[in-house]
């Protein structure tokens, strides 16, 4: 069982938006401004897409967006495009046990 | 351009040993915290291991201790994962990462893996 939760799967078509959500504690999640969100496709490296909650690296697309709401973080993408389709996962700091710690993983289905 | 290159998995019996490592290039390597995270079969990824700079911290998963040690060579530019006592449960693709420090922590780069299989 993850530290973080997240849903299995969530799907939208085209140009719709979706959010992800990744429910922790106030020991991770709710204590810090310290959640980052990675994209996965299967076989290649995991990206970075947002840091510190709402903080997106330069080159990521603004169509990604972060924030956070007590013990929840989310992560918003807007105009879903094809390339969409993958694996997301959340992580934080967290003060009480293994001190780094990511989601479940959710997959994205782009219909 | 950061890369990140692993290399050592492969196939091993229950109960052997292996050295993964990872080739570092296109950064100030010396200034970087550094990190394995893995990801089984089917599963999620997981943070295992991570350490300092100059080596004198480390930090591991609580379901790895004892088996698992991280270490660094920042004149090879280069950071390791021994991993001894393998169980079935330890197959997976281990990730090699780059940790950005700022105010906060964290992955910024990963490499794209090596699979690591635990059979007999």
């Known amino acids: 069982q993850s530290a973080l939760t997240q849903p299995a799967s969530v799907s939208g078509s085209p140009g719709q938006s979706i959010t992800i959500s990744c429910t922790g504690t106030?020991?991770?999640?709710?204590?810090?401004?310290?959640v980052s969100w990675y994209q996965h496709h299967p076989g290649k490296a995991p990206k970075l897409l947002i840091y510190e909650v709402s903080n997106r690296p330069s080159g990521v697309s603004n169509r990604f967006s972060g924030s956070k709401s007590g013990n929840t973080a989310s992560l918003t993408i807007s105009g879903l495009q094809a390339e969409d389709e993958a694996d997301y996962y959340c992580?934080?700091?967290?003060?009480?046990?293994?001190?780094?710690?990511f989601g479940g993983g959710t997959k994205l289905t782009v219909l | 351009e950061v890369q990140l290159v692993e290399s050592g998995g492969g196939l091993v019996q229950p109960g052997g040993s292996l050295r993964l490592s990872c080739a570092a290039s296109?950064?100030?390597?010396?200034?970087?915290?550094m990190t394995w995270v893995r990801q089984a079969p089917g599963k999620g990824l997981e943070w295992v291991a991570n350490i300092k700079q100059d080596g004198s911290e480390k930090y591991y998963v609580d379901s790895v201790k004892g088996r698992l040690t991280i270490s660094r060579d920042n004149a090879k530019n280069s950071v390791y994962l021994q991993i001894d006592s393998l169980r079935v449960e330890d197959t997976a693709v281990y990730y090699c990462a780059r940790y950005y420090c700022g105010s906060n922590c964290y992955i910024d780069y990963w490499g794209q893996g090596t699979l690591v299989t635990v059979s007999s």
């Open positions: 296109g950064f100030s390597f010396s200034s970087h915290w």
């Open positions: 106030s020991s991770d999640v709710g204590g810090y401004n310290y």
């Open positions: 992580n934080s700091y967290r003060t009480s046990g293994t001190p780094w710690v």
